[in-house]
């Protein structure tokens, strides 16, 4: 099952460089995505998200896109801060089928100081 | 802000024993949900619950696995006979209502370890 995928198990930033994690999906059926951060030893903890009908969202250094031809969406951390260092997981949801989360595999970026 | 806490953190059990994992999901919350992440992989989707009963669950939540509600505050996994392969985090989370969409508020797991 590889609905929901993100290519890159790791990225490593410095801090106040911008950070950018993709994910790719391939259930045109999903109509809501989020970004949840996951710290070892924690549960994850969520971040940001998006509906379909938009194509941005922002959050203050936290910004999501949305490319529903492409599907594919892009989570931007700015500046980015060693605070970020986690584990960035992508999930979508078919929102009217209720709340079953389908999860990418996960991105561990590391920022440096 | 209120959590779902879960206990126990870790648990260690011998292969083909019973586990319960327990949960208190936040109070006023009424969705409740498993998923686990095998080491290395990813968070995958169990079961939901909702009214006391079932609503959803996945190719994973076979016979082995049963949820229940047994009182007004906690939320338990049961695994009946545990395999090796069940060795993974199991995380509870909970929402408000089923309307609008919300984040999904997860616990921070319990580390089941099968030997």
């Known amino acids: 099952d590889q609905q929901v995928k993100q290519n890159s198990p790791s990225l490593s930033v410095q801090e106040g460089r911008i950070s950018i994690l993709n994910c790719d999906y391939t259930n045109s059926m999903f109509d809501y995505f989020l970004w949840y951060k996951k710290y070892p030893a924690e549960g994850p903890t969520f971040l940001i998200s998006?509906?379909?009908?938009?194509d941005k969202n922002e959050d203050g250094r936290f910004t999501v896109f949305l490319n529903k031809s492409a599907k594919h969406l892009s989570l931007h951390i700015v500046p980015s801060q060693p605070g970020d260092s986690a584990v960035y997981f992508c999930?979508?949801?078919?929102?009217?089928?209720?709340?079953?989360?389908?999860f990418g595999e996960g991105t561990q970026l590391t920022v440096n100081p | 802000e209120p959590e779902v806490t879960q206990t126990p953190s870790h648990q260690v059990t011998q292969m083909g024993q019973e586990v319960i994992l327990r949960c208190v999901p936040i109070s006023n919350h009424l969705y409740f949900y498993w998923y686990r992440q095998i080491l290395g992989q990813k968070v995958e989707f169990l079961v939901s619950?909702?009214?006391?009963?079932?609503?959803?669950k996945s190719e994973i939540f076979d016979d082995q696995f049963s949820v229940e509600r047994p009182d007004g505050s906690n939320f338990t996994l049961k695994i009946r006979s545990t395999k090796l392969e069940d060795s993974a985090m199991y995380f509870c989370?909970?929402?408000?209502?089923?309307?609008?969409?919300?984040?999904?508020?997860f616990g921070n797991g319990t580390r089941l370890t099968v030997t």
């Open positions: 999930a979508a949801i078919r929102e009217t089928s209720g709340s079953r989360l389908t």
């Open positions: 619950f909702y009214n006391n009963e079932i609503s959803e």
């Open positions: 989370a909970s929402l408000p209502n089923g309307g609008t969409y919300s984040p999904l508020h």
């Open positions: 998006i509906s379909s009908i938009k």
